[in-house]
C-alpha cells in the first residue's frame, strides 16, 4: 500500500493500541534539524528561539522532513527547556548550547519556581500544531513532547546541556526530599503543558527521558518513577497515546514500563525482543535503530531497518532510531530509513503469522 494514500493517524494509533496494522509507521527524533537543508535555510535567518517561538517558523520546520523524506508523523518543533523558561528559568539558546540561568541548587530556588498557564505563556507551541494541523489534516498525526522530569531536572539544576550531569547525581544524594519536590513541581507543570498541546490537536505526546540511564534501578524507583507516573495519569483522561522515550535505559525497561505510558521508546542498546519478551503485548515498542548506521550504506540502512521491525513481528511497534538523527546524516540516507520501513512492514507481519 502507497504511504501516501493510506491514513497515517490511524496507522499510527493502532500501533500504539498494539491493533494489528499494515506496516509498522515510522518517524525519527529530531527529524526536523540541522541535516535538512531546508531547516538550515531557516536557520541562517533566524535564532533557534525565535524558530521555536514563532508559530508560523515552527510548523514550517515541523513540516520539512514531513513533506522531504516522507515520514508517518510531524512533531512539533520546539525544545524540552521551555517548560523551565515557563516556570520562571530565564533561557537561552547560544552556538555553545542552551543556557538556564540561575539554576536550581537548594529550597528557595525552588520555591521561586512558578506555576504557568501554557495556553498564555507558552501558546506559541499550541498555535505551532493548530498551524500543523491545518496544513496536514485529519489523516497525519502530530506529535506533541516534553522533557520528563528527571531530566528536565538535570538540566535545571546544572544550568546548561553539556552531557555532564554530576551535580544533579550530587543533588540526588544529598538533598532527596528537595528533588522529590522538584520532580512534583516539573510533573505537574509538564502535565498542563502537555494537556495544552493535545487540545491544539496533536493526537500522541512523547516524554524524552534523556537522563534516565544514569539513574540505578533504585533511584529511577524512588524519584524518576513516581514523578513520570503523575505525568502519563494526568493525560489519561486525554486518551492519546503516551510514549516514553529513555535513553541509555535497557536496565530499566520494565520499571519504564510500569509508569503509564502506551508505548516504551529504547534505544539501540535495548534488544528488540528482548523487551518484547519482557513486556508482552502490555505496552507497544519504539525504535530503535542506531542513528549512526544512517551514516553508512543503504544497505547497512535496509538490513537494520529489517532486523527492528522482525524483531516485533511488525505489531506494536513504531520504527524509529534509538537516539535523534546525527547532523551529518545524507538527506537520501534518512529517507532511505522512511523507505524501507514503509516497505520492510508488510513481510513482517507475513513472517510473524499475524493477521488483521
Not at 498551524?131 to 528527571?150: K, M, Q, T
Not at 528482548?274 to 525504535?287: K, P, S, T, W
Amino acid at each position: 500500500m502507497s504511504a501516501v494514500n493510506e491514513n497515517r493517524k490511524e496507522l499510527f494509533l493502532r500501533a500504539c493500541r498494539f491493533e494489528p496494522v499494515e506496516r509498522v509507521p515510522v518517524w525519527i527524533m529530531r527529524q526536523a534539524g540541522r541535516y535538512l537543508p531546508e531547516y538550515q535555510a531557516v536557520r541562517a535567518r533566524h535564532s533557534f528561539l525565535e524558530i521555536c517561538k514563532t508559530p508560523d517558523l515552527a510548523a514550517e520546520v515541523s513540516l520539512q522532513p514531513f513533506r522531504v523524506i516522507g515520514v508517518d508523523a510531524v512533531i512539533v518543533f520546539s525544545d524540552i527547556l521551555i517548560v523551565a523558561e515557563g516556570m520562571g528559568m530565564p533561557l537561552d539558546v547560544p552556538d555553545s548550547g542552551p543556557v538556564l540561568s540561575n539554576p536550581v541548587r537548594d529550597r528557595a530556588a525552588i520555591e521561586r519556581l512558578r506555576d504557568f498557564d501554557p495556553e498564555r505563556e507558552t501558546r506559541f507551541v499550541g498555535d505551532a500544531i493548530r498551524l500543523i494541523c491545518r496544513e496536514v489534516g485529519a489523516s497525519v498525526p502530530v506529535i506533541g513532547f516534553a522533557a520528563a522530569p528527571w531530566t528536565l531536572a538535570c538540566y535545571m539544576i546544572e544550568g546548561q546541556t553539556r552531557g555532564d550531569i554530576s551535580r544533579a547525581k550530587q543533588f540526588l544524594r544529598d538533598e532527596p526530599e528537595l528533588l522529590r519536590e522538584l520532580l512534583r513541581r516539573i510533573a505537574q507543570a509538564t502535565a498542563r503543558y502537555l494537556k495544552s498541546q493535545i487540545a491544539a490537536g496533536a493526537a500522541v505526546v512523547q516524554l524524552f527521558d534523556t537522563w534516565a540511564g544514569e539513574l540505578s534501578r533504585s533511584e529511577y524507583e524512588a524519584f524518576e518513577l513516581p514523578a513520570t507516573r503523575m505525568v502519563m495519569e494526568s493525560l489519561r483522561d486525554s486518551r492519546v497515546p503516551r510514549i516514553l522515550y529513555g535513553k541509555g535505559a535497557s536496565h530499566l525497561v520494565d520499571l519504564q514500563a510500569q509508569a503509564g505510558a502506551d508505548v516504551l521508546s529504547v534505544d539501540w542498546r535495548t534488544d528488540l525482543a528482548e523487551a518484547r519478551r519482557m513486556l508482552g503485548d502490555r505496552v507497544a515498542l519504539q525504535g530503535n535503530v542506531d542513528p549512526s548506521i544512517l551514516l553508512s550504506t543503504r544497505e547497512a540502512i535496509c538490513e537494520a531497518v529489517r532486523e527492528a521491525v522482525e524483531k516485533t513481528g511488525g505489531l506494536g511497534h513504531i520504527l524509529n532510531l534509538g537516539h535523534g538523527i546525527l547532523p551529518a546524516t545524507p538527506v537520501g540516507n534518512a529517507r532511505t530509513f522512511v523507505e524501507a520501513g514503509q516497505r520492510a512492514a508488510i513481510a513482517a507481519r507475513a513472517h510473524s503469522g499475524k493477521a488483521d
